[in-house]
């Protein structure tokens, strides 16, 4: 059974305010992954990490930022939210070697 | 590049009818291939996946999936539908240590 957490589960808050998605999981993965997600639209890989102290820019380019000081914790951040950050975002991760991917209930962003 | 396409947007099945969703890839090697299912406001759930051996690999709530190299595909079935089944699902592609590309998602409507 995966365990992958994301907090909030909803969020609407107003345009300019500072926001933290968190995500944790307790699998030990080093990989972790956050996707951006509009409704019944594809996913979009905006960060990722290999693990602690590592985190990239994925496909879509976006104004949220992440961090990695702990292995089970992956929050992202926007540092000035606006109404184009409305979305889901998904958090997810892997074992190394195994792409299999495990995601996280998501968090859906409502920025007014 | 890898590259996952899924040429349904949205499929209506009856309830009872057999299913078949479409998922076509492009990768340079044999990839390992997911199937992941997506119910409204939730993360995805894995259904199932191919890494090697047996080309038809059977996943939970009854669905299967067949790998075909020459066709490059790995279309998803399910014998008879269910009103439950109603979801969005996302077809990946990816490789021993490297990360996930999902195609665009097939939305199901399951008609009574």
């Known amino acids: 059974e995966a365990d992958i957490y994301q907090t909030p589960r909803y969020l609407v808050i107003g345009t300019g305010k500072k926001i933290t998605l968190e995500c944790s999981q307790t699998m030990g993965h080093d990989k972790m992954y956050w996707y951006q997600q509009d409704p019944g639209m594809e996913l979009h890989l905006i960060h990722y990490?290999?693990?602690?102290?590592?985190?990239e820019k994925g496909d879509l380019s976006s104004e949220s930022t992440v961090s990695r000081i702990r292995t089970e914790h992956f929050p992202l951040t926007l540092e000035s939210a606006r109404p184009s950050h409305t979305s889901q975002y998904l958090c997810a991760s892997s074992e190394p070697m195994n792409t299999e991917a495990f995601f996280g209930q998501g968090t859906r962003l409502t920025v007014v | 590049a890898q590259s996952v396409t899924q040429p349904d947007i949205h499929i209506t099945v009856s309830e009872g009818a057999s299913l078949e969703l479409r998922c076509n890839y492009s990768y340079g090697a044999t990839p390992y291939l997911f199937w992941y299912v997506q119910s409204p406001g939730q993360g995805l759930q894995l259904l199932l996946k191919?890494?090697?051996?047996?080309?038809l690999v059977q996943g939970i709530k009854g669905f299967e999936a067949e790998f075909k190299r020459s066709q490059s595909s790995f279309n998803l079935r399910k014998p008879s539908v269910h009103w439950s089944d109603a979801a969005e699902y996302f077809c990946a592609v990816g490789h021993a240590g490297n990360m996930l590309t999902f195609g665009g998602g097939t939305r199901l409507m399951v008609k009574p």
């Open positions: 990490s290999y693990g602690v102290n590592s985190t």
């Open positions: 191919y890494f090697s051996g047996d080309t």
